[in-house]
């Protein structure tokens, strides 16, 4: 079974208050799966992110959370969840383990982060200037519809996309209305 890459590149209106009751849903189901293999105390946040987190944006019907862990804890946690839950883990690295899952019909990607990872940190940086920028989440999702019209591969969707993150990056940087609690990450070219 190949879940991560079995969905269509597929745009669908915002449907924003529907994703957050879903990302909830998720959220519980992975913190009472943690709870039950007693690794709830290595999680140190799970977050929205991804297009369906940001408000009047459109996105793949995916809604993908990071599941932020200690450093240690990556594969035990992403195991957990694999064994409990379902869906297939991939290991990318030793700081982010996805797992993707399906539940009553919805796909969620879990992305368990090691805590110093970048990765969960430019999740949460680009979630929160799109929504607090209308005019950068306009644009992303031009990009995101020309992208998907041209690819059907998500790898070259993905890539097709890097350019302009690293100006979501950058404008983190120097927007005065954002703050976060850790550093903001720059995109390696």
Do not use: C
């Amino acid at each position: 079974m190949d879940i991560a890459n079995d969905d269509p590149i597929e745009l669908v209106p915002s449907r924003y208050d529907a994703w957050r009751e879903r990302f909830a849903a998720e959220r519980d189901r992975v913190e009472t799966a943690l709870a039950d293999a007693g690794l709830e105390t290595a999680v140190e946040r799970i977050e929205h992110v991804g297009s369906t987190a940001v408000p009047d944006l459109a996105a793949k019907d995916i809604v993908d959370l990071d599941i932020v862990v200690r450093d240690d804890a990556v594969a035990d946690i992403s195991r957990a969840l694999e064994a409990e839950l379902g869906g297939e883990r991939i290991e990318n690295s030793e700081e982010w383990h996805p797992v993707f899952r399906r539940e009553n019909g919805q796909r969620f990607n879990d992305h368990v982060f090691a805590a110093s990872s970048d990765g969960w940190k430019v999740s949460v940086v680009t979630r929160d200037v799109l929504a607090n920028s209308p005019a950068l989440r306009r644009e992303y999702e031009s990009l995101k519809r020309e992208l998907a019209a041209d690819h059907d591969d998500i790898v070259a969707y993905s890539e097709g996309k890097t350019a302009f993150l690293e100006r979501v990056l950058e404008s983190a940087h120097s927007d005065e209305d954002l703050s976060f609690e850790f550093t903001v990450p720059v995109l390696e070219p």
